[in-house]
């Protein structure tokens, strides 16, 4: 059976109630006992068993997941997600919720993470564009007792932040290799589309898709990145220009997670068919797919993203280390015929 507190007493030679001062991290224990009550959970094995523990204090996890305002397709299967969550992350006493804020705004941002009580909100999951007034506002949660996990989009010097999502210099690599190998040698100019720059896994894919593009296919030219900010007449208008300053363009790759526009106005002025790559599995891109709109997907399961966020969120509420292997989240291909 596993070993129990009074187990764990026994084998420390110490009163159940020094036991629970030093699981609680409270104070009033001399180091020396600290030490003796860690050496004896390494012997016996000890684990504590937090769900009892929690359901004895009434305590509930308080989980959000902070997401941009504005968003096609790919925003809402997030949220989708995440009230599957709160259903299933409420046996373990955890209540999960998103929020739809401004992110692309630092300084409102700043003022919303600002006014954030650690007492009230045990960890958050944020997906925003990297910001000096983000990444320091994320800095002060921390300090103040928060958890704080990067969802899909990361800061610069972050390294000690949790992240959640795929490796994207990674994806944009594979990118390059599909679009490569679909155009079988040809030559050609590639359009590459991004709703802004700003975005972290926007700059990072773009640098895989160069870096196998120009190592492996030197007979195709990269144009520069276009940039919509979700806007459909922006778009169609910048798309007006490229086609009609760049012939000869024979792919499209779409960095962001939301392709319906891009795609949708490319198909309205390409007069010869195109190779087009995008990113995340939407009602849109399943149709795209299956319609021969686009060839390929790259995605990254949004069940498992939320999942995996809620768990390292509560691990370190919980003090422990989460399960690297179970975390990490893989990048998928999707074709017309694996769907």
């Known amino acids: 059976m596993r070993p129990t507190a009074k187990d764990l007493a026994a084998e420390a030679g110490v009163s159940l109630a020094t036991i629970d001062r030093v699981l609680n991290g409270r104070s009033g224990v001399k180091a020396r006992t600290v030490a003796k009550v860690n050496e004896a959970i390494d012997r016996i094995g000890f ?3 937090l769900s009892a523990v929690n359901l004895a204090r009434k305590k509930t996890y308080q989980f959000r997941f902070l997401l941009p ?3 096609d397709q790919f925003l809402g299967v997030l949220v989708k997600h995440i009230d599957e969550a709160k259903k299933a992350f409420a046996t373990e006493m955890a209540d999960v919720a998103a929020i739809r804020f401004p992110v692309d705004d630092p300084y409102k941002l700043a003022d919303y993470l600002g006014g954030l009580d650690a007492d009230l909100t045990d960890g958050i999951a944020i997906m925003a564009p990297e910001s000096p007034q983000a990444r320091d506002a994320i800095n002060r949660l921390l300090e103040r007792g928060g958890e704080v996990v990067h ?10 932040i949790d992240f959640v999502g795929i490796n994207n210099h990674a994806a944009g690599a594979t990118a390059g290799q599909l679009i490569g190998r679909f155009l079988g040698g040809q030559e050609g100019k590639i359009l590459i589309v991004s709703e802004t720059m700003q975005s972290r896994d926007s700059i990072e894919r773009r640098l895989g898709f160069d870096d196998v ?4 296919y030197p007979q195709l030219q990269t144009l520069p990145t276009v940039e919509t900010y979700g806007d459909t007449e922006r778009t169609r208008r910048i798309f007006k220009n490229v ?3 760049h012939p000869g363009i024979s792919a499209v790759y779409v960095l962001s997670a939301e392709a319906r526009i891009p795609i949708e106005e490319i198909s309205k002025l390409a007069t010869q068919p195109l190779v087009k790559v995008v990113h995340e599995r939407t009602p849109f891109t399943e149709a795209a797919l299956q319609n021969g709109k686009i060839d390929a997907v ?3 399961n949004p069940g498992h993203l939320v999942r995996s966020a809620i768990r390292i969120l509560k691990a370190r509420v919980d003090k422990r280390q989460p399960l690297a292997s179970q975390e990490k989240i893989r990048i ?3 074709l017309k015929e694996n769907l």
């Open 151 to 160: 969802f899909l989009a990361g800061q610069p010097k972050a390294d000690s």
């Open 298 to 300: 790259i995605a990254q």
């Open 69 to 71: 305002e504005h968003g």
């Open 332 to 334: 998928e291909i999707l």
């Open 213 to 216: 593009i120009n190592r492996e």
């Open 243 to 245: 086609f009609a300053n």
């Open 47 to 49: 684990v504590r068993n």
